[in-house]
């Protein structure tokens, strides 16, 4: 199984809302990163996890939580967005045991925030 | 201030023929390159990487050519398809970290 998997695949919500996006790998991998993805832009780094464990954030603004409940799982929780984050929400993961490693991308999360 | 740079955003190349694909870094400190394509509606695909202890790496069709001196890498794509038609990102790593800078893009166009 190569395949990264993230849900859902649209989501629309307005400013108040709390909402959550998934991503799920069963490739043994102990890194996995969110990336943000503006139209004709590229890849922005967010955040990464690596065994478990927050290792890079950044910079991003606390209305966005990222979590790690276990090896397989990574979480972006989502609460109080702004028009401006509407994008590509895009989840990777690496073998972790030496940081030079192609990435494995799933489909994205297209946001709309209204 | 971008670290990876695509400076052509879009390239059309005849099926058949040689697509060369550029990317310019200004960081001496990166050490990993990667190369992606990407559909739309789809996450990047992961091509072909190449050390900086490397100049070269092949992978089928593609080749990935790095010169440290320039500061310069640049995937070849022979002989161009026109399922190759897609956005190509160049990605860089500095050694000992997990974080990867992402290029700018160049939307390549293989004409049937």
């Known amino acids: 199984d190569t395949e990264v998997t993230q849900t859902p695949k649209h989501l629309v919500m307005g400013m108040t809302n709390k909402k959550s996006l998934k991503c799920e790998q069963h490739m043994g991998h102990r890194a996995m990163y969110w990336y943000k993805q503006k139209a004709k832009k590229p890849p922005e780094l967010m955040f990464v996890y690596s065994y478990e464990k927050l290792s890079i954030n950044e910079s991003v603004p606390s209305r966005f939580s990222p979590e790690c409940p276990n090896s397989s799982l990574l979480n972006l929780h989502l609460h109080a967005l702004q028009p401006e984050d509407s994008a590509l929400y895009l989840c990777?993961?690496?073998?972790?045991?030496?940081?030079?490693?192609?990435?494995?991308f799933g489909p994205g999360t297209r946001l709309t925030v209204l | 201030d971008q670290q990876v740079k695509q400076n052509s955003p879009s390239l059309s190349v005849q099926e058949g023929r040689i697509s060369i694909l550029n990317c310019d870094y200004t960081?001496?400190?990166?050490?990993?390159f990667l190369w992606y394509k990407k559909y739309p509606a789809e996450g990047p695909t992961f091509l072909i990487s190449?050390?900086?202890?490397?100049d070269k790496n092949e992978d089928g069709r593609f080749t990935v050519f790095l010169n440290k001196s320039a500061k310069h890498l640049s995937l070849h794509i022979v002989p161009s398809q026109p399922g190759d038609s897609a956005v190509y990102f160049c990605?860089?790593?500095?050694?000992?970290?997990?974080?990867?800078?992402f290029g700018t893009g160049t939307r390549l166009k293989v004409l049937a």
């Open positions: 960081n001496s400190m990166f050490d990993y």
């Open positions: 190449i050390s900086s202890i490397k």
């Open positions: 990777a993961s690496s073998q972790a045991d030496r940081v030079a490693n192609e990435q494995f």
């Open positions: 990605a860089a790593s500095e050694q000992g970290t997990y974080k990867y800078i």
